[in-house]
């Protein structure tokens, strides 16, 4: 009889661990749940996204994120269409969007020679310039202020060999204009973290660009929480080694780290391409878009390592890194498709066209299954 009792109660404790551990599973089964703690995942929104127009897709995001980026319509050329015109219709619904799902909101971007308004590119002295960047800054942040929790200030300001990039603030103002821009941001909002924000800054030469760039601004007066290394990444660059490097030096400076436009592409490069420039494009062939339908598995494993290694790695750093935001929610809708070459099928994201997690997902998630358990045993142990 106690035999029975006890295999009775065996029975009942197997079921409700089961039960308990599916909950907790429920629970926890998403990024954003998983890297609670660690850092924010955030994803890029696009329009059809901030408009709630695909109910599939603002599940998945309510789901799995809880960081967001404008992918585009907070740029210059959109928000500041001419000189006494701002446009803030779009962002006032990515702003609401974020607060009713209780996001971390992130505003992409404030000064950048790119996607720029064409009367601001052609804008010819100082005078104007410096009234500009004052007009642009003060009423963008102003009028976002206390909503949106951090701002890339100045994005992509540098060459490839770590000199200043030739754009029309540095011809109209010299290297000022990135400490005004940082001290302007900072009188509008004194409580918004402010990021300096570029691509290939995980590379030696530019690297060394970054940092000069940041003690410049901190110099000068400027207030800077945050550099944004952007992540558009390959499967075989950056190394770790390099990754590892820059969040190192960085912090060093005393900034926070994010991981802000993170995507893998796994097609062929046109020109050895390393970067994000988004003024370069290419013609495509059939060579460069070898993978029209499907990926095949060999990449498809190559991918899901690659990110786990970079996922493990971030967890490494988590004391560092502030947030890790994905270019795009799903491969369909992911820019690579059509840059550096239109009308590619690229696989650089977690999700699949379907919206359905891929094999990548799955390798970052069971890092922090890892890790859990590691510290599950380690508990036990110690009882
Ligand atoms: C890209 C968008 O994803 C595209 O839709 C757009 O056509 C061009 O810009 N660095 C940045 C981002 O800071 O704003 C860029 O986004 C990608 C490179």
């Not at 065996?10 to 660690?38: E, H, P, Y």
């Not at 992918?71 to 959109?78: A, L, R, T, V």
């Not at 006032?92 to 607060?99: I, S």
């Not at 996922?311 to 890194?321: E, N, P, T, Y």
Request: proline residues 3%; positive net charge.
């Amino acid at each position: 009889m106690k035999l029975i009792n006890n295999s009775i109660l065996l029975g009942v404790l197997f079921i409700s661990g089961i039960c308990n551990s599916q909950n907790t599973k429920t629970a926890q089964a998403s990024l954003k749940n998983s890297f609670k703690g660690d850092f924010y995942i955030g994803t890029a929104l696009n329009v059809s996204q901030i408009e709630e127009k695909d109910a599939k897709a603002d599940a998945l995001i309510r789901k799995e994120f809880n960081a967001i980026t404008a992918e585009n319509i907070m740029k210059s050329m959109f928000v500041h269409p001419s000189k006494d015109k701002y446009d803030f219709a779009m962002t006032e619904k990515f702003v609401a969007y974020g607060e009713k799902n209780k996001m971390f909101i992130h505003g992409h971007t404030l000064i950048w020679h790119s996607q720029l308004a064409r009367w601001m590119s052609e804008i010819k002295d100082s005078t104007e310039m410096k009234a500009f960047m004052k007009d642009h800054i003060t009423t963008i942040v102003s009028k976002f202020k206390g909503r949106i929790n951090s701002w890339d200030v100045v994005n992509e300001a540098l060459n490839e060999d770590g000199t200043y990039r030739k754009s029309v603030f540095l011809n109209t103002l010299g290297e000022s204009y990135l400490a005004d821009a940082f001290k302007l941001a900072a009188q509008a909002d004194p409580k918004v973290d402010l990021y300096y924000n570029d691509y290939n800054i995980c590379e030696p030469k530019k690297r060394e660009g970054a940092i000069k760039l940041v003690k410049y601004i901190k110099a000068n007066g400027g207030k800077i929480d945050g550099v944004g290394i952007q992540g558009h990444w390959r499967l075989d660059s950056p190394s770790l080694e390099e990754i590892e490097k820059s969040i190192l030096a960085y912090s060093e400076l005393g900034v926070k780290v994010a991981f802000t436009e993170l995507d893998i592409t796994v097609l062929p490069n046109p020109w050895d391409l390393q970067g994000a420039d988004v003024n370069q494009s290419f013609e495509g062939s059939a060579k460069m878009n070898p993978y029209p339908k499907t990926l095949p598995d060999s990449i498809q494993n190559k991918l899901a390592e690659r990110y786990a290694s970079i996922f493990k790695l971030f967890l490494k750093h988590k004391d560092k890194i502030s947030r890790v935001t994905f270019w795009g929610v799903h491969d369909g809708q992911s820019w690579l498709n059509d840059w550096p070459i239109k009308g590619r099928t690229n696989y650089p994201l977690l999700f699949d066209t379907n919206l359905k997690p891929k094999k990548a997902y799955n390798s970052v998630m069971q890092l922090k299954e890892l890790e859990n358990n590691k510290i599950g045993k380690k508990k036990v142990f110690k009882n």
